[in-house]
């Protein structure tokens, strides 16, 4: 099961695929996906029925929007993958780099990833998101992932000199507009277990730049959220980046940022494609 929210001429609705286009269900009595996945699996099965007999549209007449625009947390794992962490001159962490991104930097699929006039350093790195659907502290691990009820794409687009001008990373990850999520939220039941194993690969206009497996990570989705879930209490809707593997642009040479005109994409294998173009506001005002 695979659920997404558009809008469409000032409406919001709920949408499931039908072949290459859309069912949508306009107005759901059971509210947006936040108030959903609040609620559990079994309202996640209700949503996808009722979408299922809503109108058929095609994806090019709906904007994707962030499919939750209301997490409790947004919680991003970085230097989760060896090979991202050597390329940034880290040794591989023996508990998981965290930092936070704010809802406020959230778009979805389709929505341009804003180059801020501040910087050029605009970075792309792709990553699979785990949203928790049942809350919990202290999570054994071998429970763990019956506290996630989806995944989803994510770009966290990084404004690297932003990022480094301190040792923490939060400015450089919170720009508005740089937080790309979406289109879908798929349930696991459509996934190998933690959703491991699966291809996840950017690219920046049509080139690949990261390829890597879901099962390179450093800490995998249930160790994560046995982790996370020894010091804070997860709640429903929680956002869980996972991590981006070797290939950003920061790391090479020549660097490789993105720049206004450019478009990226994010694919991982059964969850689907995340597209953003690139845009500056300063050049489209």
């Given at each position: 099961?695979?659920?997404?929210?558009?809008?469409?001429?000032?409406?919001?609705?709920l949408a499931v695929?039908?072949?290459?286009?859309?069912?949508?269900?306009?107005?759901s009595?059971?509210?947006?996906?936040?108030?959903?996945?609040s609620?559990?699996?079994?309202?996640?099965?209700?949503?996808?029925?009722l979408?299922?007999?809503?109108?058929?549209?095609?994806?090019?007449?709906?904007?994707?929007l962030?499919?939750?625009?209301?997490?409790?947390k947004?919680?991003?794992?970085?230097?989760?993958?060896p090979?991202?962490?050597?390329?940034?001159?880290?040794?591989a962490?023996?508990?998981?780099?965290?930092?936070?991104?704010?809802?406020?930097?959230l778009?979805?699929?389709?929505?341009?990833?804003?180059?801020?006039?501040?910087?050029?350093?605009?970075?792309?790195?792709?990553e699979?998101?785990?949203?928790?659907?049942?809350?919990?502290?202290?999570?054994?691990?071998?429970r763990?992932?019956?506290?996630?009820?989806?995944?989803?794409?994510?770009?966290?687009?990084?404004?690297?000199?932003?990022?480094?001008?301190?040792?923490?990373?939060?400015?450089?990850?919170?720009?508005?507009?740089?937080?790309?999520?979406?289109?879908?939220?798929?349930t696991?039941?459509?996934?190998?277990t933690?959703?491991?194993?699966?291809?996840?690969?950017?690219?920046?206009?049509?080139?690949?730049?990261?390829?890597?497996?879901?099962?390179?990570?450093?800490?995998?989705?249930?160790?994560?959220?046995?982790?996370l879930?020894?010091?804070m209490?997860?709640?429903?809707?929680?956002?869980l980046?996972?991590?981006?593997?070797?290939?950003?642009?920061?790391?090479?040479?020549?660097?490789?940022?993105?720049?206004?005109g450019?478009?990226?994409?994010?694919?991982?294998?059964?969850?689907?494609l995340?597209?953003?173009?690139?845009?500056?506001?300063?050049?489209?005002?």
């Amino acid at each position: 099961m695979r659920l997404a929210k558009i809008s469409m001429a000032g409406r919001i609705g709920l949408a499931v695929p039908a072949g290459d286009d859309l069912r949508v269900l306009f107005d759901s009595p059971l509210g947006d996906l936040d108030s959903i996945i609040s609620s559990g699996h079994e309202a996640m099965l209700e949503a996808a029925s009722l979408c299922a007999a809503g109108v058929i549209l095609a994806q090019d007449d709906v904007s994707f929007l962030p499919p939750l625009i209301r997490p409790p947390k947004i919680v991003c794992v970085g230097l989760n993958y060896p090979s991202h962490a050597d390329e940034s001159g880290f040794v591989a962490p023996e508990f998981p780099t965290l930092f936070a991104r704010f809802r406020s930097s959230l778009i979805g699929h389709g929505a341009p990833l804003v180059k801020p006039p501040q910087s050029e350093q605009l970075d792309f790195e792709g990553e699979m998101v785990a949203i928790i659907g049942k809350a919990g502290k202290d999570i054994h691990r071998s429970r763990a992932l019956d506290h996630v009820i989806g995944y989803s794409i994510f770009n966290d687009a990084s404004v690297r000199d932003y990022q480094l001008k301190t040792p923490q990373w939060t400015a450089g990850k919170n720009f508005d507009g740089t937080g790309a999520l979406g289109p879908w939220i798929v349930t696991p039941d459509e996934l190998p277990t933690g959703a491991a194993g699966l291809k996840l690969e950017t690219r920046l206009n049509g080139q690949v730049v990261q390829s890597a497996s879901t099962t390179d990570m450093i800490f995998d989705v249930a160790t994560l959220v046995s982790l996370l879930s020894t010091f804070m209490t997860l709640e429903c809707g929680d956002i869980l980046v996972t991590g981006t593997p070797a290939g950003v642009g920061m790391a090479r040479n020549p660097p490789l940022f993105m720049k206004d005109g450019d478009f990226c994409e994010v694919e991982i294998e059964g969850i689907g494609l995340l597209h953003n173009p690139i845009r500056s506001p300063l050049l489209h005002a």
